[in-house]
T-cell receptor
């Protein structure tokens, strides 16, 4: 199946710092999505990207759909303690059944 | 609005036992799916359904069965549990068959097989 390489695997940052994480693939995707999983919960959709080159923001979060359609990044500005969790990228070639998830980035925000 | 509800939240089984993980959604979503989450491996699709009476296999279907008799419910059955099935299981739904990946997840069911 398709593989997504998500990095970094984990991050420890100070509160107030900016964060950047990314996903790359050898395959082309039509959609890139970013989910966040809080401890003990299921993933929740943060941002969905549908067009190559698209840059989308959701509050302090900004994500981009790479121009080659093989990568995406997520930035979080001015991190706060509630940003703690696992962030997953996911790529789709068309429908939910064709969704491939990255292995996740574990984010820890230190006070 | 309950969204996607999974039961049980925790379960311990012995090798060879069978059990069913329940999933129900109240959003009238046609698409429902089951994922397993293992450390360092992200979420992998086990089975999915695009509507009542229709199911299909995902990436890792072996050892699991599903059925979809109603729009609301999508149970996952483990026929003979194995230690390799120790994982966290998530049920997810979506508003239409051709949705591009915007899934609503349940809170998860943590299964340990001894």
């Amino acid at each position: 199946g398709q593989q997504l390489n998500q990095s970094p695997q984990s991050m420890f940052i100070q509160e107030g710092e900016d964060v950047s994480m990314n996903c790359t693939s050898s395959s082309i995707f039509n959609t890139w999505l970013w989910y966040k999983q809080d401890p003990g919960e299921g993933p929740v959709l943060l941002i969905a990207l549908y067009k190559a080159g698209e840059l989308t923001s959701n509050g302090r979060l900004t994500a981009q759909f790479g121009i080659t359609r093989k990568d995406s990044f997520l930035n979080i500005s001015a991190s706060i303690p509630s940003d703690v969790g696992i962030y997953f990228c996911a790529g789709s070639t068309g429908s939910a059944r064709q969704l491939t998830f990255g292995s996740g980035t574990q984010l820890t925000v230190l006070p | 609005n309950a969204g996607v509800t999974q039961t049980p939240k925790f379960q311990v089984l012995k090798t060879g036992q069978s059990m069913t993980l329940q999933c129900a959604q109240d959003m009238n979503h046609e698409y429902m799916s089951w994922y397993r989450q293992d450390p360092g491996m992200g979420l992998r699709l086990i089975h999915y359904s695009v509507g009542a009476g229709i199911t299909d296999q995902g990436e890792v279907p072996n050892g699991y069965n599903v059925s979809r008799s109603t729009t609301e419910d999508f149970p996952l059955r483990l026929l003979s549990a194995a230690p390799s099935q120790t994982s966290v299981y998530f049920c997810a739904s979506s508003s239409d068959t051709w949705n591009t990946g915007e899934l609503f997840f349940g809170e998860g069911s943590r299964l340990t097989v001894l």
